[in-house]
């Protein structure tokens, strides 16, 4: 179980390149428009959006993508054709408000016309959802069609501590939307796009694990909370909430794996045993490896082969990989897997593996996913 530690924690200072801290999520959403055509900004309510968004809206689902900054490059980076309709950044850390998100759902749907509706998808935090509520209400009321899937992930969270909140959201949307939204461009109904978010996200788990905090960028210097000398934590939240345990001295990277992968695998666990694998050694599986903010590409990649060979040895073949910086905690220094389990052959769900590969595979016109 998680525990918290009251002692006072050490602190160091870090650095971050920013002028005044209130224009810092405008300032960066301005320079990713500026340089990618494909993208578009309003100002006003920090909403990135695909520059063909007139046009595409009129025979399409569409879909959005909401959560405070701080975590680039989701959701920003991965607007654009065969991904993400929008997306609307609050200040760090924070929720967008639901005039953001209603202006979002505005930007999404024709007006005087029938729209195939908008999906929109966010992270299971409590502001997020209260958020997208009021907004999705004021919309509905409004004649728009909309579907909302907030995603939980984290399985250090377990349900004993989540109870009717849930998990944290992690990493685990990013994957989901990377089909759903496929999905979308194809012309598919707002049924089946939510449907296939959902399916993607009762069969993924993510595990994160991390030397540090995080430290706002409320000023160029700022302090930030330390861990204990050679620790990390596992299971640390992506805005620094306590995680499921600290470890102390630094297992090695393949005992470190192992612990990691076997929380998201290990089906005889009642209180976290979210991924409904079988156990009968013949499943497959999509794995994200995600930097944390600082993790760097060739030590997110050892981790990767890792992560591989122990999935392998529990009769879990990865079929598909990425990895990369994809949900940061700005310049945290940690890393996180997420795995999801695909469909089986007979399995009887709102996609086949056929379908969901061939989704994973579509190419996209984005600034940060990695193909």
Known sequence: MATEIQTKQPTNETFHFINNPADAINEAAIGLTEHNPNLSYSLSHKIVYRSDLDTFREDHVTTIGFAGGGHEPMFSGFVGPSFLS???????????????????????????????????????????????????????????????????????????????????????????????????????????????MEFIAA???????AFDRVALPNDIVTEIQ???????????????????????????????????????????????????????????????????????????????????AELASQGITVTRLTLGPMVTSLKQSGFGFTVWRLPGVDEKGALSKEEALKCWDRKVNTPSWRQ
Do not use: W
Not at 129 to 158: C, E, H, M, Q, S
Not at 203 to 209: E, F, H, L, Y
């Open 86 to 196: 929008a997306s609307v950044s609050g200040n760090i850390f924070a929720s967008p408000t639901a005039a953001q998100i209603f202006e979002a759902i505005k930007l999404c749907q024709p007006p005087n016309s029938i729209s195939k509706g908008t999906l929109i998808v966010c992270g299971n935090y409590t502001g997020d959802i209260l958020n997208a509520g009021l907004a999705i209400t004021r919309a509905t009321a409004a004649g728009y069609k909309v579907r909302f899937v907030p995603v939980g992930d984290d399985v250090a969270v377990g349900r004993k501590k989540g109870g009717k909140v849930g998990r944290r959201g992690l990493s685990g949307h990013v994957v989901g939307l990377k089909i759903a939204c496929a999905l979308a461009d194809q012309g598919q109904s707002l049924e089946v796009v939510g449907d296939v």
């Open 226 to 308: 330390a861990l204990p000398p050679l620790t990390i934590e596992l299971g640390l939240g992506c805005h620094g909430e306590p995680g499921l345990r600290r470890i102390s001295p630094v297992p090695n990277p393949e005992a470190l794996t192992k612990e990691m992968i076997n929380l998201l695998t290990d089906i005889s666990d009642p209180d976290r045993g979210f991924i409904p694998f079988t156990g009968k050694g013949d499943e497959e599986a999509i794995l994200l490896v995600n930097s944390s903010g600082s993790t760097s590409d060739e030590v997110l990649a050892r981790f990767a082969e890792l992560a591989i």
């Open 203 to 209: 069969n993924s788990g993510t595990i994160a694990v």
